[in-house]
């Protein structure tokens, strides 16, 4: 039991810390609807074994303001359609960056949707949203947790909760929002960043985007 504690937490600490990395200022290399015909990574297990492989975009269909996001497993998500999207490498299925608001503008807030299979430990979605809010106290510092609540995601119980601190190689505040629900041992997780002048101002969107997830 207690090696497969120390497991679990050693996967959500390394699932929750991928997400850190999508907030850095960047540039995506790909548009809001891109087809390419390479190999892409594949969904991680936790026993490093590929067993589905990551999405190839088979469609974007323009659904008002939002473009949907579909992998070749059946997992989409909604997006705005003037965001830019990216596929990411495991445990990331898919990022999403707004678009600059100026030009002196130096910083995309993101959207990551993370996907991690546990079913060689087992986990639960309390056992998830306790090594959550562990990690984050541990690697993150000057960490205020400002809101938590239960919610649904696809229909299955989830849990969300917004925070602010420095992340690991950062220097600054930032505003982060993450949402995730356990299905069948698999974690399901989306994460906003955003610059704390912007956060509130993207927050609508990335909750709109949250309602789409169909896996």
Do not use: H, R
């Not at 974007?60 to 998500?77: A, C, E, M, P, R």
């Amino acid at each position: 039991m207690k090696k497969q504690f120390i497991t679990l937490g050693t996967l959500s600490i390394a699932l929750i810390l991928a997400g850190f990395g999508c907030s850095k200022a960047t540039t995506p290399i790909s548009s809001t609807a891109t087809n390419n015909n390479t190999q892409p990574d594949a969904v991680a297990n936790s026993n490093n074994k590929v067993e589905q492989p990551l999405p190839l975009i088979t469609d974007n269909t323009t659904k008002g303001s939002f473009l949907t996001y579909t992998n070749d497993t059946g997992i989409s998500i909604g997006y705005p359609s003037d965001w830019s999207q990216q596929e990411g490498k495991k445990p990331i299925l898919v990022q999403f960056f707004s678009p600059l608001q100026s030009t002196t503008d130096k910083f995309q807030e993101s959207v990551s949707l993370m996907v991690q299979d546990f079913s060689t430990v087992t986990i639960t979605l309390e056992q998830f949203d306790k090594q959550t809010t562990s990690a984050l106290a541990q690697y993150m510092t000057d960490l205020k947790i400002t809101k938590q609540e239960n919610i649904e995601i696809n229909g299955k119980p989830g849990k969300m909760l917004t925070y602010t601190g420095t992340m690991p190689g950062q220097n600054a505040l930032s505003s982060t929002f993450q949402a995730y629900t356990v299905s069948n041992n698999i974690v399901y997780l989306i994460t906003y960043t955003g610059k704390q002048d912007d956060f509130e101002k993207f927050l609508p969107t990335v909750q709109k985007m949250l309602k789409t997830i169909v896996f």
